[in-house]
């Protein structure tokens, strides 16, 4: 009663990096809160899967495990994780702001009618004083996330509803094994007690997953461009970098937007949140959104011809010029002072 | 010939998309009026997948159903011009300040009035709050089945209908009863453009509060002409408890808002030049960032 719950997402037996991050995030929270940390796995041939759950830190693993229950399919899954949290009565969940997260979690905080903030990329402990009411909340989970058009930064918050629900992004939190000998309890759920036959209704008749060929969450240096590098053409000169340094090219929303760039290389809130040791901002002019994926990098580049640009003001270094003069430079400086 | 009942669920947005930099005042906060209402991006691919079953069962309708301020009707409007049978506008003070929960809750109850629908197609998110969750809130509250991220419809027979998935990490065709909530992607096909024939016939429709603010002698012209009048229906028009509306009935609450204010680093200019470029890339080198 009344701890954090992670639902986890596994695909081929793996629990999703976003899980195991949450997973990490929530035993902080629970630390904070002294209850417990637990985390829901629906699905089938789960056995061994404690083994990625537990270490972060899980005191109670539920399992539902049936071969009708993998593929993700809504009804069921939201059947059980709505009658589990009825029983459990959770105060805080957490959920990957993935494909199966954003179908799954509105679906739950409206049967639940517990409200659910979509993309936070801080959760914090803290409370909170109701002035009309006259009444203090204590220990609210802050969901904190841009909006607007990132022109602003809301801290949301469920006052009266529980469980607080969430989604974040793959890549937000860190993930981090809290030991490795952790001892978390596995309680097997009895599928028929909590799924209908009934719903298992929308027949899956074909089915293509492939891990993304990009994988930017994973290089030490980005090269990323905005809607300032001006041209899919221009875009080239991002990848002659990006393969000179050994980086890997990412881009803003805007530059997706306009077709310079396929969509798994979006970096920001809505895309992948990177950290790597060098990000290189080509003609991008930094909306929180987009900061919010990349600002923990260790050192940033910004290349731009807006000396006002907000990436500006959290670049280490500042290339004041047009992007296509620029690039070409530094491949032919690296190549000459390299080796 | 089989006919569906097809409600679209569109939603006008400021062009986040397009900020500039008028759009923040000099205190600080946003300047709403500098940020254009468009139709939400996936609400017009939402639009085209409605209108493509209504090409193939001709005897099917489309409606759209919005909520929203009164300048909303633009998005009736825009869906006629473009081939939609109607809509319905749903406006009324008593909606301001919903979450996205309680905004299902509006919605949904609406729908319920409505009866009898068939598929209800919305776009996956729309761009002011990039949520994604009022299309499976509403299919919830309805007790609807809800198949999200729905790239194209693949097939459509009596009792079932068969899409094509977009997820991040592949794509997967599912086949599901009807009645049903579609929520659709922007990887979908564009909406088509308006048709100079229904922009002519249209381009007056006029909501009742619309009509209203007119003269008198234009006020009759539309008692002649019904066809014109959008509909528009507050909370009375729809069956709900109000403790469920509003900020009442938002459990999520917006405690804070920032703006957002940029602390500056202290980063080094480097200009254009050959020997500034060599010399930040030497510096990287020998900082064992690169190479």
């Known amino acids: ?339 | 010939m089989k006919a569906y009942k097809i409600i679209v669920l569109a939603k006008q947005v400021p062009d986040t998309r397009n900020v500039g930099k008028d759009a923040m005042k000099a205190d600080g906060t946003i300047n709403r009026a500098a940020l254009p209402a468009i139709f939400n991006p996936e609400d017009l691919n939402a639009l085209e997948q409605a209108l493509r079953i209504k090409d193939k069962f001709p005897q099917s309708t489309v409606e759209i159903v919005t909520m929203g301020p009164g300048r909303a009707a633009d998005i009736i409007r825009e869906g006629l011009f473009r081939g939609t049978d109607g809509g319905i506008l749903l406006t009324d003070r008593a909606f301001a300040g919903s979450d996205t929960l309680a905004t299902s809750y509006a919605i949904g109850q609406a729908l319920k009035k409505v009866g009898n629908i068939d598929i209800i197609v919305a776009g996956r998110q729309a761009i002011d709050g990039d949520t994604a969750q009022v299309g499976p809130q509403v299919a919830e509250k309805l007790g609807m089945l809800q198949i999200t991220y729905v790239e194209e419809v693949t097939a459509l027979d009596d009792n079932s209908i068969t899409v094509k998935r977009r997820l991040e990490s592949g794509v997967e065709t599912v086949k599901s009863p009807l009645p049903l909530v579609i929520t659709v992607n922007g990887s979908a096909p564009d909406c088509r453009a308006r048709n100079a024939k229904l922009l002519m016939k249209y381009k007056h429709a006029k909501t009742a509060t619309e009509i209203d603010a007119l003269d008198e002698k234009s006020k009759q012209l539309y008692s002649k002409r019904e066809g014109l009048i959008l509909k528009e229906w507050t909370v009375a028009d729809i069956d709900t408890e109000p403790d469920q509306l509003g900020l009442k009935g938002s459990p999520t609450k917006v405690k804070s808002i920032e703006n957002v204010v940029l602390q500056a680093k202290d980063s080094k200019a480097i200009s254009s030049s050959d020997e500034d470029i060599e010399g930040l890339v030497v510096e990287l080198l020998e900082s064992h960032t690169i190479g």
Do not use: W
């Open chain 1, 1 to 339: 009663m009344n701890n954090i719950f992670v639902y986890c997402e596994i695909e081929d037996g793996q629990v999703a990096d976003v899980s195991q991050e949450l997973l990490t995030k929530g035993r902080g929270l629970a630390n904070e809160l002294n209850c417990k940390l637990e985390a829901i796995a629906i699905g089938h041939k789960l056995n061994g899967v404690e083994k990625q759950i537990i270490p972060y830190g899980v005191d109670t693993l539920y399992l539902a495990d049936d071969e009708r229950l993998f593929p993700y399919q809504t009804l069921p899954h939201t059947s059980i994780v709505v009658k589990l949290f009825d029983e459990e009565k959770p105060q805080i969940a957490l959920m990957g702001a993935s494909s199966i997260g954003r179908d799954l979690g509105p679906r739950v905080s409206s049967a639940l009618h517990s409200g659910l903030t979509a993309d936070c990329t801080s959760l914090i402990i803290g409370d909170h004083f109701d002035k009309k009411q006259d009444k203090k909340y204590e220990n609210l989970l802050y969901q904190i996330r841009p909006a607007f058009g990132g022109n602003i930064i809301a801290t949301i918050i469920n006052p009266d509803c529980r469980p607080q629900m969430a989604t974040v992004r793959e890549g937000v939190m860190k993930k981090e094994i809290l030991d490795e000998n952790y001892k978390g309890e596995v309680v097997t759920l009895d599928v028929a007690k909590y799924v209908d036959d009934t719903d298992f209704v929308v027949e899956i008749i074909e089915r293509h997953m492939e891990k993304s060929k990009v994988n930017i969450k994973g290089a030490s240096i980005v090269v990323s461009g905005g809607y300032g590098v001006g041209s899919k053409e221009n875009f080239k000169l991002l990848y002659d970098l990006a393969e000179v340094l050994g980086g890997e090219v990412g881009a803003s929303r805007a530059a997706v937007d306009a077709g310079f760039a396929e969509h798994e290389r979006q970096i920001g809130q809505t895309g992948v949140t990177v950290r790597p040791k060098l990000y290189i901002a080509c003609g991008i002019s930094g909306q929180i959104q987009h900061r919010a994926g990349m600002e923990e990098s260790a050192q940033i580049i910004a290349i731009n011809t807006d000396s006002e640009a907000p990436i500006n003001s959290i670049a280490d270094y500042v290339i004041n010029g047009d992007v296509a003069e620029i690039i070409p430079k530094m491949i032919k400086s690296y190549k000459k002072n390299s080796k």
